[in-house]
């Protein structure tokens, strides 16, 4: 089956940090650009970072620039999104998915339909 499979979420307190593992599974990921989302109940998904195939090139959206990173690790064919000096309102469920348009609208309206390969998402949540 191909997906993506996220894992590393739970509850951690502000200030805290978190790393996010995106495991690929049927594709090999770096043929791919790959982004990550998170989304809360009620409100739409947003777009939280991507990294490019190939140039492995990376883009995050403004407002949260400084605090996530996004990487890749070939051998393990897994995307990460570390989230460092967690706010309570990073408290979302975050997944990931293969962005067609090559991380060139990352920050624009999240259409499901125009990603492919979405996992079933890693619930986060930041409170003391």
């Known amino acids: 089956q191909v997906q993506f499979v996220e894992s590393g979420g739970g509850l951690v307190q502000p200030g805290g940090s978190l790393r996010l593992a995106c495991a690929a599974a049927?594709?090999?990921?770096?043929?791919?650009?790959v982004g990550w989302f998170r989304q809360v109940p009620g409100k739409e998904r947003e777009g939280v970072a991507c990294i490019r195939s190939g140039t492995g090139h990376t883009y995050y959206v403004d407002s949260l620039k400084g605090r996530f990173t996004i990487s890749r690790d070939y051998a393990k064919n897994t995307v990460y999104l570390q989230i460092d000096n967690l706010k309570p309102e990073d408290t979302a469920v975050y997944y990931c998915a293969v962005d067609r348009f090559n991380c060139m609208i990352l920050g624009e309206l999240v259409r499901i339909y125009e990603y492919d390969y979405w996992g079933q998402g890693t619930q986060v949540t930041v409170s003391s």
């Open positions: 049927g594709f090999t990921v770096d043929d791919y650009a």
